[in-house]
């Protein structure tokens, strides 16, 4: 149910998501490093209110309310969108609804690491990337019907948005029972803030990783600019998240269920090496065809990775502190995420695409250097 509600979601997130930076590029006037700020600052409030929502949901021993308020925030938001007049309001637009995803992030994965035993851990939060991966390139297809309808009108495919979006919330509030008793169980003995050590080593050792990884990955909006870039049209602007999001879809679960029975660290080594690959491709592309190759091989390599940094989180986080590990580790990850898109958009506007991509291929080999410096290919399998 889960795995459903963030389904709903991304569509409705990724109808407004893959027309955004078209829209304000070519409809509001704003330039690629505006669309950088925006991106960065957006996914880093997310990242940074995940900190607050998985610590409370530690020590109330509840996660569901917190997950209800996040969904439901980011769907009261989804109507700023078409009524935008301005950058600001986009910023402001895009800022709410992050903070709306920060406050569901930590407990909801929280809540899947509560209620899945270790060695299926991989499955299932590979399932529910999977999942949301799915209404990840479902929006972008539905974006691209309605645009054929209404004549390129982005704003009405904007307020089409706001449908799945309140469906998620339904789904979250009538069809999720959280293991409540399991969670209250060990609420009582939560540390205070000060206490964060308490995570353990390695907890951090992945929390380094994800800052790396962060580092390394921008926005997957210079993607749809990438493609704009070498005359994708903007009605067909959107099908480039269908192609990230296919070859995601495909990968997530699998990799996912590969990864109980091989271990994690050399999928998520793997995964590094195919974005260098996209990074590349993306870089030195200069046609659609290959432009969307290179989009194909960003989306494996999300599948390859993002389930496995959640699973890992989960595997390494003592029990009754999942929430603040999650909450910490989308922190750290989400500053790192902020600078690689501001800087992602500066070197857009001032050098070009190609320089942007390869910058995101070098830091792509530092994690692999980093994860060599610091013995994590000798570290337990499942860290």
Do not use: C
Not at 60 to 74: E, H, I, M, S, W
Not at 191 to 215: C, M, N
Not at 235 to 248: A, C, E, G, R, S
């Amino acid at each position: 149910m889960l795995g459903l509600v963030s389904l709903f979601m991304d569509v409705s997130s990724e109808m407004i998501h893959a027309l955004l930076p078209v829209f304000l590029v070519s409809v509001l006037g704003a330039g690629a490093g505006a669309v950088g700020l925006i991106e960065g600052i957006a996914e880093a409030t997310a990242s940074i209110t995940k900190v607050f929502s998985g610590v409370w949901s530690d020590r109330v021993g509840r996660r569901k309310p917190l997950a209800v308020l996040g969904y439901g925030l980011a769907a009261l938001t989804k109507p700023l969108f078409p009524l935008a007049t301005s950058t600001l309001w986009v910023f402001v637009a895009r800022f709410t609804d992050r903070i709306g995803k920060g406050i569901r992030g930590a407990p909801r994965d929280a809540m899947i690491a509560d209620a899945t035993a270790p060695d299926r851990r991989g499955a299932a939060f590979g399932l529910r990337q999977s999942l949301d991966s799915a209404g990840a390139f479902l929006g972008p297809l539905i974006a691209v019907a309605l645009l054929g309808l209404l004549s390129d009108d982005i704003r009405q495919v904007f307020w089409v948005a706001v449908i799945p979006a309140f469906a998620a919330v339904a789904i979250l509030v009538f069809g999720v029972r959280e293991p409540g008793d399991r969670v209250a169980a060990d609420s009582r003995a939560l540390p205070q803030w000060r206490d964060v050590r308490r995570l353990g080593s390695r907890f951090w050792i992945v929390a380094t990783v994800g800052v790396i990884f962060s580092l390394a990955r921008f926005s997957e909006a210079f993607l749809v600019l990438r493609a704009s870039d070498v005359g994708v049209s903007v009605t067909w602007i959107p099908l480039t998240f269908v192609v990230m999001n296919v070859v995601y879809f495909a990968a997530a679960y699998p990799i996912g269920w590969l990864s109980d029975r091989l271990g994690r660290l050399r999928l998520l080594a793997a995964g590094l090496i195919v974005l260098i690959l996209s990074d590349v491709v993306l870089a030195l592309g200069d046609s659609i065809a290959v432009v969307m190759v290179g989009i194909a091989i960003w989306g494996l390599h999300m599948g390859m990775t993002q389930g496995l940094l959640s699973t890992l989180v989960a595997d390494a986080a003592p029990e009754a502190l999942r929430g603040s590990a999650f909450g910490v580790f989308y922190f750290t990850s989400g500053i790192a995420s902020l600078a690689a898109s501001v800087v992602a958009g500066v070197l857009w506007q001032w050098v070009g695409p190609a320089l942007t991509f390869m910058a995101g291929a070098g830091f792509s080999a530092a994690a692999i250097i980093g994860l060599v410096w610091w013995g994590l290919r000798d570290a337990p399998s499942r860290v």
